[in-house]
């Protein structure tokens, strides 16, 4: 059946990991959301989110109208203030949420040299953000965010 490679405690599974082009993301049915994955020189941007009380990387659900592209854009800065970069896109995780429903998301590639302040401002979804280089422990980091970079991290692009 479908391969499972995390999980995470909402429910989520990853499956697989889809090696594309940008240009093919519209070949694929329910693309709902976009990381924006970050490296500063061995370690990752993370954020914490307090709403679900978790780190995880930037990420969130492409709105009507927008691209993938834009999405992981709006949510890096949304979610970690972080702009200025640029962005390549690596490929598509597939997915099946909480509630059975398959979907894809879209992931994005990123190097900064440093970091830009982050002031929490009221509303924010993150409340702080750090580096981290995957193997601190820092708290409960979601599952399938970890598989997704780490996967990222094994192609050496």
């Known amino acids: ?32 959301g976009a990381y924006a994955i970050v ?20 990420a969130g659900g492409i709105e009507e109208g927008e691209t993938a592209r834009q999405a992981a854009y709006r949510e890096l800065f949304e979610e970690t203030h972080q702009s200025d970069m ?17 979907k894809y998301q879209a992931v994005f590639f990123g190097k900064k040299e440093y970091l830009e302040p982050f002031a929490y401002s009221e509303g924010d979804e993150m409340t ?22 780490k996967t990222i991290e094994s192609q050496n692009r």
Do not use: C
């Not at 999980?7 to 694929?28: P, T, V």
């Not at 702080?128 to 970079?149: H, S």
């Open 1 to 32: 059946m479908n391969n499972v490679i995390a999980k995470n405690r909402s429910g989520w599974i990853l499956h697989e990991f889809i090696d594309i082009s940008e240009a093919q993301i519209s070949e694929y049915p329910n693309v709902t």
């Open 39 to 58: 490296k500063v020189g061995d370690e990752y941007l993370i954020g914490y989110n307090d709403w679900r009380k978790q780190w995880e990387f930037p």
């Open 86 to 102: 640029d962005l390549e896109f690596r490929g598509l995780f597939k997915v099946t949420d909480s509630h059975g429903i398959q």
């Open 128 to 149: 702080k953000i750090r580096l981290w280089d995957l193997k601190e422990d820092i708290g409960y980091v979601d599952e399938l965010d970890v598989a997704i970079v």
